[in-house]
């Protein structure tokens, strides 16, 4: 039986430029079917559920472009949280993880996950080392995350893996043998296998917690293990699914543009809960070292590079590449400029996943503008940079929208940086430009109220395009967030702990902070 919503007396702000405020919304079986109707006009029967918002804000629901959610939920479930604060100093940290040694399966790993640039918080003053591991845990291999790109291994661990012997390195990867230290080891090292039951429990416990909670109702994962995806399906079969998902599968780990292609699947395959959305490929890595310094560290050559593009582009997937230097861009802009040249696609909407968080480059963009790729970027990155120089201006956010580009709001989250998960902290990062340590970086850069909330609703959705949400536009799913204080009146310092009523999915309350 059809069943409709009538959302009256409410401040409503659609997104949608043709009709951006609204005081009432009428939805029916998951889609808005009209704003601002009579409520006497609207067909009166048992299936009509008339709601009253009592004058409370109304914005779309977000969605989170690039996001490691499975990374992120599972490392926070079960790594050792390793974060400062609340530990204060390394050897804190290693107590820490001495105390969860005997949780450790026979031939397992011990997994701790920390800050980025986890040396700027710590007493020391300096980044963790083989050395301090192996004081506190001599015989267990261990490994400690600062986000995908960076980690530390203990001695243990460094035999485990084979690096004490030499194991052949992926290209783009390195380690320094005296300090245990290791760039882009995330996806060669082994990962905890923690299974499909576990992934799930994980994901929906932490995504209603740390992202639903706070009106996420899309998120768009770069999924790390098939058990992930296995995970998604057991949640979606059996309704316990805390938001949509926009599957990225990550070339090679998982499997390559050519494997995907193969299948005959396209980006947008699926319903409204999963679908697939296309390919994450890392053309480098973290672009930087322990200390801050520039590192290139490129991982394809090009005319491989331009093979694995030309299959995905082809197959009509869209691509997510990773890119953080200039080398990279150049090279992702060749393997796309000649995959259009002989497959022509109109609007396939390629992305460059950092290519929006460095400085402002008008030739590449332009170059970007031309392929209609999307430079996206993160703001949650300037509170991230905790010890950089005021005149820092990435990610140049106001420039790029200036410039006509739709950057998607996103967290980037892989459990290093939870406060990302909450979208009002990103839209505040974007807001105010304010690192953690206080530093106001290229004010000039700073975007308003309206065009933050916009990159993580309707900029999102089209940088993803899904073409079914993102605004609260009649035909559209009625996904949204009932927010218990306007954001347009309350202090910009307030917005990361805004309360948040109630979330709408297919146009019925599921969330709401009681709920979570």
């Not at 979606?236 to 949509?244: N, V």
């Not at 204080?485 to 990361?496: S, T």
Request: glycine share 8%; with cysteine; charged share 20%.
């Amino acid at each position: 039986m059809s069943h409709s919503t009538l959302y009256i007396n409410g401040d409503i702000h659609t997104m949608d430029p043709s009709y951006p405020r609204a005081t009432s919304l009428l939805c029916r079986d998951g889609r808005i079917i009209s704003l601002d109707q009579n409520p006497r006009e609207v067909q009166q029967g048992g299936d009509l559920e008339v709601v009253d918002l009592e004058a409370r804000t109304v914005i779309p629901g977000f969605i989170d472009a690039h996001c490691h959610l499975e990374l992120c939920t599972t490392h926070l479930s079960y790594a050792v949280q390793c974060f400062a604060p609340p530990h204060h100093s390394l050897a804190e940290i290693c107590e820490t993880l001495r105390s969860h040694m005997d949780k450790v399966p026979p031939d397992g790993w011990l997994v701790g996950r920390a800050d980025f640039g986890l040396h700027q918080y710590v007493d020391e003053q300096r980044p963790l080392t083989r050395q301090d591991l192996d004081a506190a845990i001599p015989d267990i291999p261990t490994v400690v995350y600062s986000g995908m790109h960076v980690c530390t291994l203990n001695t243990a661990g460094l035999k485990a893996s084979g690096l004490l012997d030499g194991a052949q390195l992926p290209q783009g990867s390195s380690v320094d043998i005296p300090s245990g230290r290791g760039l882009e080891l995330a996806h060669w090292l082994p990962n905890p296998n923690f299974g499909v039951a576990a992934t799930a429990e994980a994901i929906q416990l932490l995504g209603s917690q740390m992202f639903a909670s706070r009106g996420v109702t899309t998120v768009t994962d770069i999924v790390a293990t098939s058990d992930g995806i296995r995970a998604y399906q057991l949640l979606s079969r059996e309704r316990r699914l805390p938001f949509r998902i926009d599957l990225r599968y990550h070339s090679p780990t998982i499997l390559t543009s050519s494997d995907l292609a193969a299948t005959g699947l396209e980006s947008g395959f699926g319903d409204d809960w999963i679908r697939i959305g296309g390919i994450k490929l890392f053309i480098d890595g973290a672009g930087h070292d322990f200390a801050g310094n520039t590192v290139v560290d490129l991982k394809w050559e090009q005319p491989d590079l331009d093979a694995e593009v030309e299959e995905a582009h082809r197959a009509g997937l869209q691509l997510m590449m990773h890119v953080q230097s200039t080398e990279a861009i150049d090279m992702a802009l060749a393997a796309l400029e000649r995959a259009q040249t002989r497959w022509p696609r109109h609007d396939s909407r390629h992305r460059l996943e950092h290519a929006g968080d460095m400085p402002f480059d008008p030739e590449r963009l332009t170059r970007m503008k031309q392929l209609g790729v999307i430079p996206v970027g993160t703001a949650q990155f300037l509170y991230s940079y905790a010890d950089a120089k005021p005149d820092v201006n990435q990610p140049p956010l106001k420039s790029l929208q200036e410039w006509g580009f739709r950057v998607p709001g996103n967290s980037d989250s892989t459990g290093s940086q939870p406060e990302a998960a909450n979208p009002f902290h990103g839209i505040w990062c974007a807001m105010t430009r304010t690192t953690r340590l206080g530093t106001l970086l290229s004010p000039d850069e700073r975007l308003d109220l309206q065009s933050a909330i916009r990159m993580y609703t309707a900029d999102a959705a089209y940088a993803c395009h899904l073409s079914d949400r993102g605004t609260l536009t009649p035909g559209l799913l009625a996904d949204f967030v009932v927010m218990g204080e306007d954001p347009f009146r309350i202090p910009v310092d307030e917005l990361p702990t805004i309360p948040v009523d109630a979330v709408s999915l297919d146009g019925r309350l599921r969330h709401t902070v009681a709920d979570t």
